[in-house]
Structure formats: structure tokens, C-alpha cells
């Protein structure tokens, strides 16, 4: 269409929406399947995969609802294929049925969850964080799902690329929590400085094979471990070994049963398997500084209003520091201490009503005056958090 | 895999994909069992490797047989879905895989109308899956509560005084919906498991719904017996036998593989417009620019475009569109902040540069409040047919539309204002407006010149 400037150096700085941005993430982690449906704001995911994932032979297409295209997607995995969807409020409200699925069957899924403002179909093109607890809190048992929350369009990348890391290794569903500005506005982003890592795979019999171990629990069963944290090896269906996969109660072999101790031992091991790793899911950037007396937390979209007003208040003297957390869940427990260690107050800034992250992290913030800046309906400014800051 | 020994004939063949001894969970004469043997013998006549074989279940009855087979894939599902996890693992042994699974589903009526949606997918991918779709006209596993597939005055425990809505003709809305394969038999028919073998080895979506009797919920209260399933089949005007056969569909992964897997990217030539080199930003500081306008007047395309001369101009870039939920009425709004630096919050509360081009985009600043938040370091460029709003903003006033017209009024304003302001350089926003109209541009240059001049002449105070 147009030939390169010759007069000037290449450079990499690319024009691109954060939707279009987990996509090409998730082309980058391996992704091989995408099923999706129609909803702003997460369209844009759907349709750069559309427009990508065939091109470089992996399959995606057009579901006719919600239901189905994560079905498909947990069927594709089942199979062995890296799947992911995206959706936003409404949609997940349909998707959680199969979320529930796939973590109970242990099957890798990354899904792309991005807000909008609720409740019911609330406001299509309007932002919003109000999904927090509700995509955390979908299942029946309240099981950890890891949620990866970036702030902008390069993070979009790189934190896709890390959900399909622990989707396949865990073999649990990872949920990329975005919003309608992070994901639909565009930016500028160095693509050439992008990280060139893909996600790993999911331990497979084969590879654990090469490894030299695991032989002996090959027929063991498709849920099979030993230790109550253990990744049970990966079989696909229509591979070589037998899967008996159920989303009802079982056992380690996939056996529906009611209440057997090895039953219970396995609902445990679906919590206790991320439960164990939990330093591992923990990803933040941390901005501290010595004797600061307030600790802002942010994440999301909200974190780029939280980074300009703590400039600002440093600019005006204070001593101020910031936390933003990339992965709300787990919750990075250790990190959130550690940051509000020598504090007073803690302030969680998020575009929703109630103060939902600061509802569940409040209990790790003994002894500190907690405070939220909460807004719905617009963007929370870098002037509100001000405000906060210095009042 | 090794087969047992006991499936092993001595011909080497697979007498039986059942375990040995298989305890079936079902009452005394149900239906089920007589399907599933006749599911076993239609895979023996097969001799399909049972590893190739993925039998996906969904809630109820019909499901319960994960543990009736030996060496074939179960998949146990949620209720109503298994036709959905089933396509999913089809599309991606077809396309991702060796192509070789048979994926084989079973359902019952109360699974098909609350699935109803994946079996017409299903259908319509024409996926290969074989769907059996075992029609008891009941809800066995809750105790016997009617479904959208129970016929008129039948009596169940949601319809104690008989059935008083007519059921759907599922062969009828799968026929509709282009599945390749569809049969209606009854679960004594002695010809059953050929019908099976007949589906699972054709390659594509194959539905067959056999009419069951439920002795638990539907026989006593119905006074039923096997004879009687033909007669609810004729009065009810469903037709037995094969309904639909045809040779016409391509597989789904067929046509997939014909028309769309490695074929050239759609966007990738997206990127050439970026790739028009790179300069030292010479941008001072950070500038907002706020542009409001009508849907389907290119606010947001025309900003998209500007966002490329400032990437080019080794620029940082922020663009944040906003418009109703809508896509081509009412208010178009996109907000712009250029930036040597990084950019972090990317909203615009009192913006450098409000340019209004229309009564839409001026509706959308007023309701916002926007021009009430302009103080006099903020320029205002307003369409001189727009009621000039209550602000301390320095405002200009132009023949934006009368020079430009609807369609082009966005792009020009913005363009004018950038070079006017020096904010990104004249080259580069020239050459992308050249490249969006594709070196016909003289008309777009000519009216700028125009714009220019009018502004030069004091048109552009208030």
C-alpha cells in the first residue's frame, strides 16, 4: 500500500488498540483456537482474530452465542488446541456455566473479559471495573481463577502471553480483565520492543515421557496426582490415552462419585493447586517510597489516572507511594503488605461503585486507615485522586 | 493403546467397546440400555479405534454411561452443552488434529430444547458429530417433568392433566437448519445400530432421534408399550426413517481449509501506513485535543489517521473514541493527546483544542460539560453555524462545512488546526491525508487553502 520512507530510520512505534493487542498476544502465546460473539467493547478481540489466527493455520470463528463459542473453545482444548474467547459483562454472565466446567475438568482456558459498565446490559460504550467480583467469584465454591488486569496496550500483550502460561500449566481458566479504554482506545506502542517469549504448554504425557517420569501414573487416570498440588498430566481427547472427563464430582480416574474422600480430595486439589503456587501468580509494579505515609492502589485502567496523580503529589512535596496490581487473584497477599508495610492509610482507587478489590484485600490491611476512590460512569481522573492524596 | 484381551477376537477384531460385565444404571426396560448396546454394535461393525473415539455425554439419564465404556474417550458434560463441547472438539481434531476422532454425542429431549441453539449450529458447521438424540418425551433423572419434545396430552408430572402444547419436530429444525444427516427411529428398531454406523462413519453432522419409552414416568401414566412409539411418531406427523441425506455439504474443516486457513493476513497491511519512518519528537509538551462531531462523518477515522502522522513524527499517542452505542447516528467524539512522553491518563477534562464540527458533537460537549471547563489557555474551533457556548475558552469561528461539507469537515478542521498550531509537522500530516485519498487530494488541499485564507480574513474570532 506504501512503501517505507527511505528518508527517515525504521522504528517500531505501531498504532494499536488494546483489544487488538491481546490478540496479537495471544497469537504470540500460541493460541491455535478462537471462538467468539459479537459485544462491544471486547469486539475488537474477535475481530483481529478473525482477521490473524487463520492466516497462520489455527482456526477462528463465529459462535452464536456465548454458550457455544466458550464451549467450543473447551472442546478445542480438550482436543489439545490453546483456545481462548472474549467477551464483556453481559456475555460473561452466559460464559460462567463452562467456566465452571473448565476448571472442574482442568482444562486450559484463557478468556478476555472486557468491562463495561453494568449492571444488566448497562452502557455498551462505557467503560467500567465493575466486573471484579464477578468474574472471580463465578463459581460455585468460590474457587481461585487467576485474573490478569493490564492498564494499557502493551500490557494487553504481555499479560495475555502470561495467561496462557498458567492456563496451560495449571490447567486452569485464566480471565484477562480489561475494560472498555484500555481495550478500544489506541495508542502508540514499540512493538519492537515487545517481549519475544511465548506461553509454555501444558504438561503433556508425552513431554513428561521425554522428562523420564510419570510412566507409572499414565494409566492412573485422566485427574490423576499424588501430591494435592500437582498438575495432573494433560491428555488430549483423541490422543492415545484415555480421558474420562467429567464436570461432575470425581475422582482422580474421572469416576462420577458422591462424596468419597478421594472426591473431596480432588475438589480440594482444584483450589489447593493455585493456592500453593500463589508467590508464583504474583505480579504488581511496585513504586514505594521510603517514609511515604499513604499507599495508593490501583489497577487497570485506573492505574494510569493513579500514576499521573502521584506524580503530581510528589511534585507538591508529599510522600506518596503506589502499588498497581496486574494479578487481582490470587490475591498477591505478600506484595500488598509488603507495600502498605510502614503506611497509614491505603487508598484503592477503581471505577466502580462499592470499592469491589477493596472489599476483598481490606482484611490484609489490618491497622491502616483503608479508603477508596470509587466513580462509575466515567474514568476516574488523575485530579480525584489528588483529592484523595492530599485530603 | 492395548485393547483387552477379551475385546480382542481372534481375527484381531474389537467385539465390544463395553467393559466387561457392563452394570447399566437404568430402570428395568428403559430405553437407554437397548440404544447404547445398539451404540456398541454399530462401533463394532465400525471397527473403529476406540482411542478415535469421543463419546460426549450431557446431563440426565443418557448421560450416565462414562462408565459403560472401556477404552473410548467420555466426556461428561453440563446440561444441554454437550453438543457445543462436542463441536469444539471436532473443529479442532479436523483442523488442529489428525482428523480422525468420531465424536459421538448423546442427549435426551429435555438436553436437545435447552441446547437446542448448539444442535442448529452444529448442523449448520455441519461439524462431524453424530448426535443421538434420545427422545423419552421426559425428564427421567427430576422425576418425569414434560419437555418442549413431549407430545399434546401426554401425561407427565408437569402436565398432570395431559400435555396442552404441541412439541417441536427437532428432525424438522435440524433438517432446516442444512444438516447433511438426519433419521427418526424408535429404540426397539431392529435395524437401529446400521442406522448408527451409517451416521458416525459419514463425515459431517448426522442427527438420529430415537423415541424411547421412560418406564418410570411415561409408561404407566401413558399406558405405553413399544408398538405405541410408532403411533405418537404418526400422530404427532413425524416421519421415521432417514429424513435427510445430502450429498451437497461440504464438511465444515473442508470448506474452512478451501476458503480460509492460511490464507494472507486481512490487517497485516495495516502496518504500512506506520511504517513511514520516524523523527525526534519536537513536541514541547503534552497536547489535548478534543474533536466532536456526527457518527458517520469520520471524527473517529480522521483521528486515527492524524494518530499516524504523530506516530511517524516519533510521537506518543492516545486516542480515546467515544460515541452512543449506535455506530452511524449521533454524537462522534475522539480525544487525542500527543506526547514526547508517555501518556497516562488518556481522558481529556479541559482539552488544549475543543474542535466542534456539528450539532451533535456540540449537544455531547454541552451534556458533558466540557465547554464549561475551557479557561483561556483553551482554543475553541467551532462550525459557524453552531450557537457559539457560555465559555472562557478563545473561540474561532468557521465556514467549516460550507468549505468542507459534512463528510470532510472532521479531517479538515483537525488538519488546520495542526499545522496551524505547529503541533505535529506539515509534512507528515499532509502525506497521510494524501495517503487516505489516494494522491486525489488536490480538492481536500484546495479547501484548506480556503479555510486558511477565511480565517486569515478575521473570520475566526468570535
Given amino acids: 500500500m506504501i512503501s517505507p520512507d527511505t528518508t527517515h530510520p525504521p522504528h517500531s512505534l505501531r498504532l494499536r488498540s488494546g483489544n487488538q493487542m491481546m490478540a496479537e498476544g495471544a497469537l504470540q502465546a500460541g493460541c491455535t483456537f478462537f471462538a467468539g460473539y459479537p459485544i462491544t467493547p471486547a469486539t475488537g478481540i474477535f475481530k483481529t482474530m478473525i482477521d490473524l489466527l487463520p492466516a497462520r493455520g489455527g482456526v477462528a470463528l463465529s459462535a452464536p452465542d456465548e454458550i457455544s463459542a466458550v464451549a467450543y473453545c473447551i472442546g478445542a482444548s480438550m482436543r489439545g488446541a490453546k483456545a481462548m474467547t472474549a467477551t464483556s459483562g453481559p456475555g460473561w454472565a452466559l460464559m460462567t456455566e463452562s467456566v465452571q466446567y473448565a476448571l472442574m475438568t482442568e482444562t486450559p482456558l484463557v478468556v478476555a473479559l472486557v468491562q463495561r459498565l453494568g449492571p444488566s446490559t448497562g452502557g455498551a460504550t462505557q467503560g467500567g471495573q465493575g466486573d471484579v467480583l464477578l468474574a472471580e467469584y ?15 496496550a502493551r500490557e494487553c500483550y504481555e499479560l495475555t502471553i502470561l495467561a496462557f502460561t498458567w492456563a496451560e500449566l495449571f490447567r486452569v481458566p485464566v480471565i484477562v480483565l480489561s475494560d472498555k479504554e484500555t481495550g478500544m482506545t489506541i495508542e502508540s506502542v514499540d512493538v519492537g520492543s515487545l517481549p519475544s517469549i511465548t506461553s509454555q504448554n501444558r504438561p503433556s504425557n508425552f513431554a513428561f515421557r521425554e522428562l523420564g517420569g510419570f510412566r507409572q501414573n499414565e494409566r492412573k487416570g485422566t485427574y490423576y496426582f499424588d501430591a494435592i498440588h500437582e498438575i495432573p498430566v494433560f491428555a488430549p481427547v483423541g490422543g492415545p490415552r484415555k480421558v474420562t472427563a467429567t464436570g461432575s464430582a470425581h475422582d482422580k480416574q474421572g469416576r462420577l462419585q458422591k462424596n468419597s474422600p478421594e472426591t473431596l480430595e480432588v475438589l480440594l486439589h482444584l483450589e489447593q493447586k493455585v493456592r500453593w503456587r500463589l508467590d508464583d501468580f504474583a505480579v ?83 491497622g491502616k486507615r483503608v479508603r477508596g476512590v470509587n466513580k462509575i460512569g466515567a474514568m476516574i481522573t488523575p485530579q480525584e485522586i489528588l483529592e484523595a492524596i492530599m485530603s | ?73 467420555t466426556v461428561h458434560t453440563t446440561h444441554g452443552r454437550s453438543t457445543a463441547f462436542a463441536t469444539g472438539i471436532a473443529l479442532a481434531d479436523s483442523l488442529l488434529a489428525d482428523g480422525k476422532l468420531k465424536t459421538i454425542v448423546l442427549i435426551g429431549d429435555g438436553g436437545a430444547m435447552i441446547g437446542l441453539q448448539h444442535l442448529v449450529h452444529a448442523a449448520m458447521l455441519n461439524v462431524d458429530v453424530t448426535v443421538l438424540i434420545c427422545n423419552n418425551f421426559v425428564y427421567g433423572m427430576t422425576g418425569g417433568q414434560g419437555s418442549g419434545l413431549t407430545p399434546e396430552c401426554f401425561v407427565t408430572a408437569t402436565t398432570p392433566k395431559g400435555n396442552i402444547v404441541p412439541p417441536v419436530d427437532i428432525c424438522e429444525i435440524l433438517t432446516a437448519s442444512n444438516a447433511p444427516f438426519v433419521a427418526r427411529t424408535v429404540a426397539t428398531d431392529r435395524s437401529l445400530s446400521d442406522l448408527l454406523a451409517k451416521a458416525i462413519a459419514y463425515n459431517g453432522f448426522a442427527a438420529i432421534e430415537i423415541l424411547e419409552l421412560c418406564t418410570e414416568f411415561a409408561v404407566p401414566q401413558n399406558k405405553l408399550d413399544g408398538q405405541r412409539l410408532y403411533d405418537i411418531a404418526k400422530k404427532n406427523g413425524w416421519g421415521v426413517g432417514i429424513l435427510a441425506e445430502r450429498m451437497d455439504r461440504s464438511p465444515y474443516a473442508v470448506r474452512y481449509r478451501e476458503e480460509v486457513l492460511n490464507k494472507t493476513d486481512v490487517v497485516s497491511q495495516l502496518d504500512a501506513i506506520h511504517r513511514i519512518g520516524t523523527r525526534i519528537p519536537t513536541l514541547k509538551k503534552p497536547v489535548s485535543i478534543l474533536l466532536a462531531g456526527s457518527a458517520g462523518e469520520r471524527v473517529q477515522s480522521s483521528a486515527g489517521l492524524v494518530a499516524t502522522a504523530a506516530v511517524a513524527a516519533g510521537l506518543n499517542i492516545t486516542q480515546k473514541n467515544d460515541n452512543p452505542v449506535t455506530q452511524g447516528s449521533g454524537f462522534s467524539v475522539a480525544e487525542l493527546w500527543f506526547s514526547a512522553h508517555e501518556i497516562g491518563f488518556t ?9 466542534v464540527t456539528s450539532v451533535d458533537g456540540w449537544r455531547e460537549m454541552y451534556s458533558q460539560r466540557v465547554f464549561a471547563r475551557l479557561d483561556r489557555s483553551s482554543a475553541l474551533y467551532i462550525d459557524e453555524t453552531l450557537q457559539v457556548p457560555e465559555c472562557d475558552g478563545v473561540v474561532h469561528r468557521l465556514k467549516l462545512r460550507s468549505v468542507f461539507g459534512g463528510k470532510d469537515a472532521a479531517l479538515g478542521l483537525l488538519v488546520f488546526v495542526l499545522l496551524r498550531h505547529d503541533i505535529l509537522p506539515r509534512d507528515l500530516v499532509l502525506r497521510v491525508v494524501r495517503e487516505k485519498y489516494r494522491g486525489d487530494v488536490d480538492f481536500f488541499f484546495t479547501r484548506l487553502q480556503q479555510l486558511e485564507m477565511e480565517s486569515d480574513r478575521g473570520n475566526v474570532s468570535r
Fill in chain 2, 1 to 73: 493403546m492395548s485393547l483387552s484381551t477379551e475385546q480382542k477376537a481372534t481375527s484381531g477384531s474389537i467385539t465390544s467397546y463395553f467393559v466387561d460385565q457392563p452394570r447399566f444404571p437404568f430402570c428395568k426396560g428403559c430405553g437407554h440400555q437397548s440404544v447404547l448396546r445398539r451404540l456398541n454394535d454399530a462401533l463394532v461393525s465400525l471397527q473403529l479405534p476406540p482411542d478415535k473415539v469421543a463419546l460426549v455425554t450431557d446431563i440426565g439419564c443418557i448421560g450416565l454411561t462414562d462408565a459403560l465404556f472401556k477404552d473410548i474417550h
Fill in chain 1, 284 to 366: 504488581v509494579t511496585a513504586d514505594l517510597q521510603p517514609a511515604a505515609g499513604t499507599l495508593i492502589i490501583s489497577y487497570g485502567i485506573t492505574a494510569r489516572a493513579a500514576r499521573d496523580a502521584v506524580s503530581e503529589a510528589r511534585r507538591m512535596g508529599e510522600r506518596v507511594s503506589h502499588l498497581i496490581v496486574h494479578s487481582l487473584f490470587p490475591i498477591p497477599v505478600k506484595k500488598i503488605t509488603q507495600a502498605a508495610h510502614n503506611v497509614d492509610e491505603v487508598i484503592v482507587a477503581e471505577e466502580n461503585m462499592n470499592g469491589l478489590y477493596r472489599s476483598v484485600i481490606d482484611r490484609h490491611l489490618a
Fill in chain 2, 347 to 355: 481522558g481529556i477534562t479541559r482539552p488544549d483544542f475543543l474542535l
Fill in chain 1, 138 to 152: 463465578c463459581t460455585s465454591g468460590g474457587y481461585t481463577i487467576p485474573i490478569l488486569c493490564p492498564t494499557n
